[in-house]
């Protein structure tokens, strides 16, 4: 819990070749204009993403690469993976609030896949608290991995145009837990 908000933040889960790995197989899958932040828009902010089925997933290896006894890996058992994908962005995408899942008890989990970035070129994520204010704020921090209630409203915030280089997260969607 970070101000209130079920948000858990998790660094250095994987060491530096690990993620160098997960980047590069990462850039070799097949990106496509997809994810709106916003349901109903007309399709005018689409961003680049890659949905990944079973088999790129074995491939990516975040799952393969994370030590069982990790507490991520607790965190997250008793739930379905229901969807995962990768976020390609670029300096010049607008990012919006959004939710993942309006009903609370759903969990993303999010990756920040970068093995190098610099503080000063942005990319953050925020996170708004009950009040519509600014509850958290996340820098973009290589290997970091969020794990939140998908209920909660957030957004990237913009790169900047210094950091010439795509910002990858991976994403994964959870269900509720599921009874035993």
């Given at each position: 819990m970070i101000n209130g908000l079920d948000i858990t933040v998790f660094?250095?889960?994987?060491?530096?070749?690990?993620?160098?790995?997960?980047?590069?197989?990462?850039?070799?899958?097949?990106?496509?204009?997809?994810?709106?932040?916003?349901?109903?828009?007309?399709?005018?902010?689409?961003?680049?993403?890659?949905?990944?089925?079973?088999?790129?997933?074995?491939?990516?290896?975040?799952?393969?690469?994370l030590s069982n006894n990790h507490p991520l890996t607790n965190l997250l058992k008793?739930?379905?993976?229901?969807?995962?994908?990768?976020?390609?962005?670029?300096?010049?995408?607008?990012?919006?609030?959004?939710?993942?899942?309006?009903?609370?008890?759903?969990?993303?989990l999010l990756y920040y896949m970068n093995p190098f970035w610099m503080m000063d070129w942005g990319g953050e994520t925020i996170f708004l608290d009950g009040n519509g204010e600014i509850g958290y704020t996340s820098p973009?921090?290589?290997?970091?991995?969020?794990?939140?209630?998908?209920?909660?409203?957030?957004?990237?915030?913009?790169q900047t145009c210094e950091s010439n280089a795509y910002r990858f997260t991976f994403a994964a969607k959870y269900s509720k837990k599921q009874n035993k």
């Open positions: 660094d250095n889960v994987f060491d530096k070749e690990q993620q160098i790995h997960m980047y590069n197989t990462g850039r070799t899958f097949p990106y496509y204009l997809a994810n709106n932040d916003l349901p109903g828009n007309p399709g005018w902010e689409q961003k680049f993403m890659s949905e990944l089925d079973n088999v790129l997933l074995k491939k990516f290896g975040f799952f393969e690469l008793d739930r379905i993976m229901e969807r995962a994908y990768i976020n390609l962005g670029i300096p010049s995408d607008a990012h919006r609030l959004h939710d993942d899942m309006s009903e609370e008890g759903y969990m993303t973009f921090v290589s290997g970091r991995v969020l794990v939140f209630d998908s209920s909660i409203l957030h957004a990237a915030r913009v």
